[in-house]
Every structure is written in C-alpha cells, then in structure tokens.
C-alpha cells in the first residue's frame, strides 16, 4: 500500500502564491507517475498536473504557465508551486499515485483564493 498526505493548502489573494506538498510513504518503491487533482465545490474532480519519475511534466491548460509540478524522489515528495493564484483555483487539491496497478488519494488540501 501507498500513503500520501498532502500540505501547504491556504487562504490567499488573488495573485498570490502557494506550494503544495505531497509525501508518499509505504510501498514507493513501484511509484512511477505522481499526480494532481483538484475538485471545487459542486463540480467534478479535475486533472491539474503529472510528474515522472523522470521529471517529465504535463499539465491542465488552466494551469499551464502558472503552476509548476516538481517531485525529489530522495524524499518521496512531490510538490506544487502555484502562482497567480485566481478565484477560480479554488478547490481541494488532492495528489494521487499507482502502484502495482492501484490508484492511491491524499486526503486532500484546501486552497482558497480571494478576489
């Protein structure tokens, strides 16, 4: 089994920053894509961005250009820089991960951004 707890969740302005953390314990070992998620209020949960082991990077065109997804693989984390926060950022931010053909969750961490 895989345990990730997300951190780094918050009020802030509009236009403001903020980094997300996520550590991912237990069997990392098999660990290759990380992963994250947001859900609003009242909508689905949404794809925001993906890191490899590699460091290869994809991320959701809402994001693209303000967030940045990076991992250290020494520490098990995978982090979120987000900048230019806008209202509409916000949401529970949830990491996600698979292993050995499972999907493993966060508990999620709340970011909330005031106009």
């Known amino acids: 089994q895989v345990q990730l707890v997300e951190s780094g969740g918050g009020l802030v302005q509009a236009g403001g920053s903020l980094r997300l953390s996520c550590v991912a314990s237990?069997?990392?070992?098999?660990?290759?894509?990380m992963r994250w998620y947001r859900q609003a209020p009242g909508k689905l949960r949404e794809y925001v961005a993906t890191i490899t082991r590699s460091a290869i990077t994809n991320y959701a065109d809402s994001v693209k250009g303000r967030f940045t997804i990076s991992r250290n693989n020494a520490m098990n984390t995978v982090y979120l820089q987000m900048n230019d926060l806008k209202p509409e950022d916000t949401a529970v931010y949830y990491c996600?991960?698979?292993?050995?053909?499972?999907?493993?969750w966060g508990q999620g961490t709340q970011v909330t951004v005031s106009s």
């Open positions: 237990g069997n990392i070992f098999s660990i290759r894509d």
């Open positions: 996600n991960t698979d292993s050995q053909g499972i999907g493993y």
